[in-house]
Nanobody, 128 residues
Framework: QVQLVESGGGLVQAGGSLRLSCAAS????????MAWFRQAPGKEREFVAS????????YYVDSVKGRFTISRDNAKNTLYLQMNSLKPEDSAVYYC?????????????????????WGQGTQATVSS
């Protein structure tokens, strides 16, 4: 059974940092595209960042460029999101996602419908 488990969320003041982790189990995702999405209350789930299977390509939504960094450790089957210079508008539940497709070594993807596996989410709250 495939599981994605996020951790690292919490409450932080504006300008602070959080590091989210997503531990995968049940299969390896070392050649699958993975991503982070987020959902604020009353809003649709939105794309944040994506990373290719071997980690050589990344893609970010404009609102987080220069502040967030997505990375992965394929030996640990774990995805990360380093979030710096946080703003109140970054407050949301953050979800990690993975594609079932293997072999996408160099590709990123921002389309929510392209992802097959999802974690349960971790809450990040940024106070002003």
């Amino acid at each position: 059974q495939v599981q994605l488990v996020e951790s690292g969320g919490g409450l932080v003041q504006a300008g602070g940092s959080l590091r989210l982790s997503c531990a995968a189990s049940g299969r390896t995702f070392r050649s699958s595209t993975m991503a982070w999405f987020r959902q604020a209350p009353g809003k649709e789930r939105e794309f944040v960042a994506s990373i290719s299977g071997i980690g050589d390509s990344t893609y970010y939504v404009d609102s987080v460029k220069g502040r967030f960094t997505i990375s992965r450790d394929n030996a640990k089957n774990t995805l990360y999101l380093q979030m710096n210079s946080l703003k109140p508008e970054d407050s949301a539940v953050y979800y990690c996602a993975a594609q079932r497709l293997s072999g996408s070594y160099h590709y990123t993807e921002r389309n929510i419908k392209a992802y097959d596996y999802w974690g349960q989410g971790t809450q990040a709250t940024v106070s002003s």
